[in-house]
């Protein structure tokens, strides 16, 4: 009876087929290739075979002497599973793993059919709601929120938030002081994320596959010449072949590992389409070195802060839970301490903070806000601005904790039952060690910061229940934490906490810009939690993603690593050595490796992939002589844009943008380290990021092009598991709860899902509320590992005495004898501050703070509306310059206007700005941003300078502390001089300056 099924379903495949086929889309893919196909079971007992010519399908029972294609199945039990409408996706793995079923053919046919099939029943979905006004509104998800995107005759009109219906999720009210507050029933939306149309017809776009020059694969090389040379337009054909046979070159004459694969920490958004997911599969499946990163968002937290209160899953900073409540219920004062999340958006919650802390200042909170810089935030919030010496904090940390010390205003209960070591850190503080007392007259000098303004703030910070506001994200996170002294800093935050009563009542890290009250059990998988990549180790896919939705594991074999900062000194010099980040364990950290690694090969072929490093890498001037390295055979670049290293590469693959594929994602849902960071947002959003238009050019999504180089390598059904984009992110759907709340079908119309706030009842109660209560742990997140408790499970934090630690235990037994991370956090200048010799020739510190109005390197220097923002670009000569903000007295001293052009300029390069000129800037300090897109090196009568707004270049690439693979890009002297020179041609010819710039 069963075969009789498996024959009566084989025979209406070809019907099923011709019919799909009258759908225009569904026809041109099956016209792409004409072959005989034979499915059938491995014993030959049930067996046919299709014709597939012309666009139509015909069918025939019993083998086929000569068939392109065959699909086997070992048993009639395996064959009907996997043949069967809605087949479960665990059973189809499963065969797939364990060759139960097996597709033999050329690999281009196999991967073909395999998703010929996926398609017969995906497209027929309507995709997207029609409009009065001809245009067809679709949905995508970014960096910056949600979006609904309008597309008329093949073209974006417009880009619109979206604001939620009646039938969409219900939102949360918090009551706070005899009021009540709900969010507004709409989505919040980023600067960048608005600017994304101008990003898809930026007039940088990559449109057609290229080949540099004076590069010929089967003879001269030239890779002295690149980032110099021009490109000149090549087929896809070419370039796929091209590369292809160089990933093979590189493994048979070098060995394995001799090709890394380079991208950035942030690109475009999407579970499918993202660097954790299609490009991991993809790199597992060829092998690959691996870039190594450094904590770079979490840096002092990483290597200092986690060893007093532990946190390591979530890199040393604080959770949120619960935090908006008691902030607007309890709290007295909050103190922004390198914290402008109006600025940094809590990295991709968009404005959604901006309410929540209206909401605070409605209800009388106090506000402080220590940063060298009059931010966005301390300008519209108000309060008391401290102006602070870049890379001073620590000893301003120190001198409130003195007064607490001094003037017996700490909570002796707490510190006495919830920490250990204080005695020695109080000590400290007094001066008992050392003879120093750390008190305001102590750091005047050093910070800026006037002694009886120290000593209010202090007896402020004690007398009110204190909401600590460190860093973008409030409980850690950048900010003064990338930084020489960011450890120190990171430590102090979390030491003043604990004296303060940590946990207890009004009294918490945060901002505001998260812990919202959402749904936090509602199951959607995060960028981070590993996709389709197939990776059980680099990502989170083991914890859920890999038992929700079941695809191939996918593993790469090379274990040898490369550390990113130092990957420039990897490749000149042929050796580098870095520490491990790994937010599995603390004691991770203290892991030294080595590159090259014993039995691998040094890197000969770079794979790049993604937005710009030239921008977030420090001294990143330093890449130029890497990629221009004569070990490095082969440059790829995989890029949208024609932007900071696209320009050195040697074949360069031109990629759309996700406008112009499929992919899914929830906003603000990174996963991984990022466990509920959803919880920045007031309502959770998951979107199907519609195909909204077709690929401009020849560009071709990230996924297609990753599955026709593994075509060509014959992986590319196994690359696949046979799936499209849209089928992935159906995948995707299906794992997740919002299936059940939504069909398919209407998820594809409509284009998004909001889920419903939690009720009071069920929501989290507050961050670390049980330690201080000394309770069992009651928040419901997945860290510590089990094995992590110091006693009994659920009792105390992950430190080995449970308890927050003035003097981290972890040190004492792994670092007990570092000079830049001694065990006692005593205060240390920076190495390259006001007080290094560095003062001598460049005495202004600058500063470079991620950008309000793009995010890192993507949607900048694309030539949209951002350009036209005064605060970001000031446009003088009909070119687009970088900013940087002087304070009026330096200015002045230097013959320096508002809006003048200026170099910023030391012994690592120099870079040409407009400048504005303000009293929002601390004397002494230069204030600007890292993110800039564009790395344009131009000869000039005063040697190269950059014109792009590529501050990197002039930022240390030291690590902040030895023993560490981290990065210091706040600690940098500069000189800032009016500009007087003339700028001639750019280095590069493969990215023009404007004729206008003289």
Not at 239 to 268: C, F, N, P, Y
Not at 373 to 390: E, F, Q, Y
Not at 526 to 549: F, P, R, T
């Amino acid at each position: 009876m069963q075969r009789a099924v498996l024959r009566t379903i084989l025979f209406a495949l070809g019907p099923m087929l011709n019919r799909a086929a009258r759908r225009p889309a569904f026809r041109a893919f099956l016209s792409r290739h004409d072959a005989v196909v034979q499915i059938g079971l491995k014993d030959g007992s049930v067996v046919r075979h299709y014709f597939i010519a012309g666009g139509k399908v015909r069918s025939v029972a019993g083998a086929h002497p000569n068939p392109v294609v065959r699909m086997v199945f070992k048993d009639l039990r395996t064959a009907l599973a996997m043949l069967k409408p809605a087949a479960d996706m665990g059973e189809v793995v499963h065969a797939a793993k364990n060759f139960k079923v097996m597709v033999m053919g050329p690999d281009p046919l196999a991967t073909w059919f395999m998703q010929l099939m996926n398609l017969s029943q995906t497209s027929a979905l309507k995709m997207g709601t029609p409009l009065p006004d001809g245009c067809t509104r679709y949905t995508t998800m970014t960096n910056g929120g949600p979006l609904f995107v309008h597309v008329k005759a093949g073209r974006i009109v417009r880009l619109v938030p979206i604001e939620f219906d009646a039938w969409d999720g219900a939102s949360w009210t918090v009551t706070a002081r005899g009021r009540r507050f709900s969010p507004r029933r709409m989505a919040t939306v980023a600067s960048h994320a608005l600017a994304l149309k101008s990003a898809v017809y930026s007039p940088d776009r990559i449109l057609t596959p290229m080949k540099r020059v004076d590069f010929d694969p089967n003879g001269e090389r030239n890779p002295h010449n690149r980032g110099k040379s021009g490109y000149v337009p090549i087929t896809w054909d070419e370039a796929l072949d091209l590369v292809a046979r160089e990933i093979v070159r590189q493994k048979q004459v070098h060995g394995a590992g001799a090709m890394t694969l380079a991208h950035g920490s942030h690109h475009q958004w999407g579970n499918v389409g993202y660097y954790l997911s299609a490009l991991l599969r993809f790199g597992n499946l060829v092998g690959f070195t691996r870039v190594a990163a450094n904590p770079d968002s979490w840096e002092g937290w990483y290597w200092g802060a986690m060893h007093h209160w532990g946190h390591a899953q979530r890199v040393g900073i604080a959770g949120s839970y619960g935090t908006v409540e008691d902030c607007l219920q309890e709290s007295e004062l909050m103190v922004f301490w390198s914290s402008d999340p109006e600025s940094t958006r809590g990295a991709y919650s968009a404005h959604e903070g901006t309410e929540r802390r209206q909401w605070a200042r409605e209800l009388g909170i106090e506000f402080v806000h220590i940063d060298p810089h009059l931010n966005p935030t301390a300008a519209w919030l108000g309060g008391r601005w401290v102006p602070i010496k870049p890379g001073t904090d620590a000893a301003l940390a120190q001198a409130i904790m003195q007064v607490w010390v001094a003037e017996d205003l700490y909570d002796k209960d707490y510190v006495a039952q919830r920490t250990t070591g204080f005695e020695t850190w109080r000590d400290h503080l007094m001066g008992v060690d050392d003879g120093v007392a750390k008190t305001p007259e102590w750091q005047e000098e050093e910070t800026g910061v006037p002694a009886k303004d120290v000593r209010a703030l202090a007896r402020l910070m004690a007398r009110k229940k204190l909401y600590l506001a460190a860093g973008a994200a409030g409980g850690g996170f950048g900010g003064a934490g990338r930084g020489a002294t960011g450890a120190q800093w990171a430590r102090c935050m979390v030491m003043l906490m604990a004296m303060r009563g940590l946990g207890k009542p009004g009294i918490n890290f945060g901002n505001l810009e998260s812990g919202a009250p959402v749904d936090l059990e509602f199951y959607f998988p995060g960028y981070a939690d590993g996709g389709i990549s197939g990776e059980l180790n680099w990502n989170g896919n083991a914890v859920n993603n890999y038992q929700k939705m079941p695809h191939v594991i996918t593993v790469n074999p090379v274990r040898q690593l490369v550390p990113k900062q130092k990957f420039p000194e990897a490749i000149i010099e042929g050796r580098a050595s870095g520490y491990l980040w790994d937010g599995l364990a603390t004691e991770i950290q203290f892991t030294p490796f080595e590159y090259p690694m014993p039995g691998y090969p040094r890197i000969h072929m770079i794979y790049k992939y993604g937005g710009s490093w030239f921008s977030t890498l420090t001294e990143s001037k330093r890449m130029e002589a890497a990629y221009r390295h004569e070990s490095i055979e082969f440059v790829v670049n995989q890029s949208i844009w024609m932007e900071g290293e696209t320009q050195f590469a040697d074949v360069i693959l031109p990629a759309c943008t996700q406008f112009e594929r499929y992919d899914i994602g929830e906003w603000c849902n990174g996963g991984g380290y990022l466990p509920h960071g959803f919880n920045n947002v007031n309502h959770r959003v998951v979107a199907l990021q519609h195909k909204c238009i077709e690929p401009l050019g020849e560009s071709k999504s990230d996924y297609e092009i990753f599955s026709l180089i593994l075509q060509r390598l014959g992986l590319g059904a196994m690359f696949t598991e046979g799936c499209s984009e849209l089928d992935w992110c159906k995948r995707v759907f299906e794992s997740s709860d919002v299936a059940q709340h939504i069909s398919w079908a209407e998820f594809c119309r409509k284009g998004y899902y909001v889920v419903s706030a939690e009720q009071e009842p069920m929501r989290s109660p507050v961050l670390l509320r049980w330690f201080a209560e000394g309770r069992m742990k009651d928040i419901a997140e997945a860290q510590p590992l089990p094995s992590q408790w110091a006693g009994e499970f659920g009792q105390g934090l992950q430190t080995p005495s449970g308890k927050l630690e003035f003097m981290p235990t972890t040190l004492v037994r792994h670092d007990a004898h570092n000079p830049e991370r001694p065990v006692l956090n005593r205060y240390m200048p920076s190495w390259e501050g006001p007080r290094s010799e560095h003062v001598r020739s460049w005495p202004l510190q600058l500063i470079a703070t991620h950008s309000r109005y793009s995010f890192h390197t993507h949607v900048d220097g694309k030539g949209g509306f951002l350009d036209d923002i005064e605060d970001h670009r000031v446009r003088i000569a009909g070119h687009p310059y970088w900013l940087v903000r002087l304070n009026v007295a330096d200015a002045a001293a230097r013959g320096i206007a508002h809006h003048d052009l200026v170099k910023v300029h030391n012994a690592r390069g120099a870079v040409v700005c407009a400048v504005d000129v303000s009293t929002l800037v601390a004397p002494g300090v230069v204030k600007s941003f890292e993110s800039s897109a564009r790395y344009t090196p131009v000869q000039s009568d005063q040697g190269v300078v950059d014109i792009g707004g590529s501050m990197n270049v002039l930022v240390p690439s030291r690590t902040a502390i030895q023993g560490t693979h981290s990065m210091a890009p706040n600690a940098c002297m500069v000189q800032v001089e009016k500009w007087t020179g003339r700028l001639g041609q750019p280095v590069s010819s493969a990215h023009p300056v404007a004729e206008t710039i003289a």
